[in-house]
């Protein structure tokens, strides 16, 4: 099995044991009736962007049509098809709070199988001489980009099960969209570290869908502050 592909089944494992067993929801933001379509919506959006925006960056850098995926990706696009959803179905407030510790965790654990994959996942970063720096084989130091994303998302984690366990009304209101802010911001900043290629302004393509994502948790912290 390759390594990558144990990594991801262990991530998705984890998420899904985090969430039966530890971060449970007492209720739901929308109605029963509505369960279906909100997870066909979710789950559209989350595969359509992964591998949209993942295959056009790998086409933009590398000049040749190969089939990739982005968390990034997955996230935006999942962003947009529920509030599609929430915009449908007059549904108000965050509908995302309990998948948080999930994805944060997941997101740590994949992205160690990222790591482990090497030069062929095209996710390493740009030669450096930092300490850090790792030889994936073709004696180069790169940075390790992927453990260091895989690092801020344990952090947040973290925080997350803190904020679950000791302010719950916070966590439903206000998590999800500091998880967005949180990654976003992390992402645009590692993606400087990145050989992906410059669009426009000297910034990638995921570094525009960072912007993006950090308006949008801003924009929706704003909205509940002023109630």
């Known amino acids: 099995m390759p390594v990558h592909l144990l990594f991801d089944l262990v991530a998705y494992g984890a998420a899904i044991l985090l969430a039966r067993y530890v971060v449970k929801s007492p209720s739901k933001r929308y109605p029963k009736a509505l369960a279906f379509q909100y997870y066909s919506y979710l789950a559209s ?18 000049h040749e049509v190969v089939l990739g995926k982005s968390v990034m990706g ?17 549904i108000k407030g965050s509908t995302g709070a309990y998948f948080v510790p999930s994805l944060a965790l997941g997101i740590a654990i994949g992205r160690i ?7 062929e996942d095209y996710t390493y970063g740009i030669p450096t001489s930092w300490a850090t720096g790792y030889d994936f084989g073709d004696g180069v130091l790169r940075h390790p980009v992927q453990l260091y ?17 000791h302010n719950r009304v916070k966590f439903e209101k206000k998590i999800f ?15 400087y570290l990145k050989p992906y290629h410059k669009i426009f ?27």
Request: glycine share 12%; net charge positive.
């Open 45 to 62: 959006g989350f595969i359509i962007g992964a591998f949209l925006f993942g295959t056009l960056n790998t086409y933009l850098s590398l």
């Open 113 to 119: 199988g990222c790591f482990m994959a090497g030069l």
């Open 149 to 165: 994303e895989s690092g801020f998302m344990a952090l947040f984690f973290i925080y997350s099960l803190v904020l679950y366990f």
């Open 201 to 227: 302004l000297g910034l990638n393509i995921f570094q525009f869908l960072a912007l993006g994502m950090v308006a949008y948790g801003l924009f929706y912290l704003a909205k509940i502050k002023g109630k």
């Open 74 to 90: 997955a996230l935006f696009g999942g962003i947009v098809a529920v509030e599609w959803f929430k915009h449908r179905y007059h």
């Open 177 to 191: 969209y500091f998880f967005i802010i949180y990654y976003a911001s992390q992402r645009f900043m590692l993606e």
